[in-house]
């Protein structure tokens, strides 16, 4: 099945820096999400993408879907302390299937 | 509530019991989905059920997972015999259907002893 490359893995950054993360994919996607989950709390949906070229903000949270549409990129302006938790993007499989998540980007804000 | 809603959202259990787990989903929505969470680790998906077609096994890991749902409202998830290795958090998800965002609840962790 398609499968979801997210990097990096982990960052380790200094409140008020920008962020900057992706997902790749080795096979078309036509949509894109990006998920965040904090310690002991499920994923909550922050943005999703339905077109290739698309850039969606949400407050701080910036989301683009890349042209080619294997990738997507999640960009954080002037982070913060509770921006900390996993960030996992997801697309449908394929046709009317579930989604396929990555494996996230672990996100700690150092304040 | 308007969410998804699990229960319990902490469960231990002694290696061999079996266990259920419940999820309630967000009402309308025709799509529920399950999820296993190892520490650490994404999502695995095992399970999910779209309106009344028959459900796409195909994520479950062993004959000791199975799970029902009612129409389109509560949906459980059953380990029988568990095994230490089962120790994780399962998440429930629903959606309007397949391929839309969907939506999660804050899980059961489950601890096997």
């Known amino acids: 099945g398609q499968q979801l490359n997210q990097s990096p893995q982990s960052m380790f950054i200094q409140e008020g820096e920008d962020v900057s993360m992706n997902c790749t994919s080795s096979s078309i996607f036509n949509t894109w999400l990006w998920y965040k989950q904090e310690p002991g709390e499920g994923p909550v949906l922050l943005i999703a993408?339905?077109?290739?070229?698309e850039l969606t903000s949400n407050g701080r949270l910036t989301a683009q879907f890349g042209i080619t549409r294997k990738d997507s990129f999640l960009n954080i302006s002037a982070s913060i302390p509770s921006d900390v938790g996993i960030y996992f993007c997801?697309?449908?499989?394929?046709?009317?299937?579930?989604?396929?998540f990555g494996k996230g980007t672990r996100l700690s804000v150092i304040a | 509530g308007a969410g998804v809603s699990q229960s319990p959202s902490n469960k231990v259990t002694e290696k061999g019991k079996d266990v259920e787990l419940r999820c309630d989903p967000i009402s309308g929505h025709t799509a529920l989905y399950w999820y296993r969470q190892r520490l650490g680790q994404g999502l695995e998906f095992l399970i999910y059920f779209q309106g009344n077609s028959a459900p796409d096994k195909s994520g479950l890991p062993s004959d000791r997972f199975s799970a029902e749902r009612t129409g389109e409202s509560v949906s459980t998830l059953t380990i029988q015999r568990t095994q230490q290795e089962d120790s994780a958090v399962y998440l429930c998800a629903s959606s309007l259907s397949t391929n839309q965002p969907q939506h999660f609840g804050d899980g059961t962790r489950l601890s096997i002893l």
């Open positions: 993408l339905y077109k290739a070229g």
């Open positions: 997801a697309g449908p499989n394929s046709g009317n299937t579930p989604l396929v």
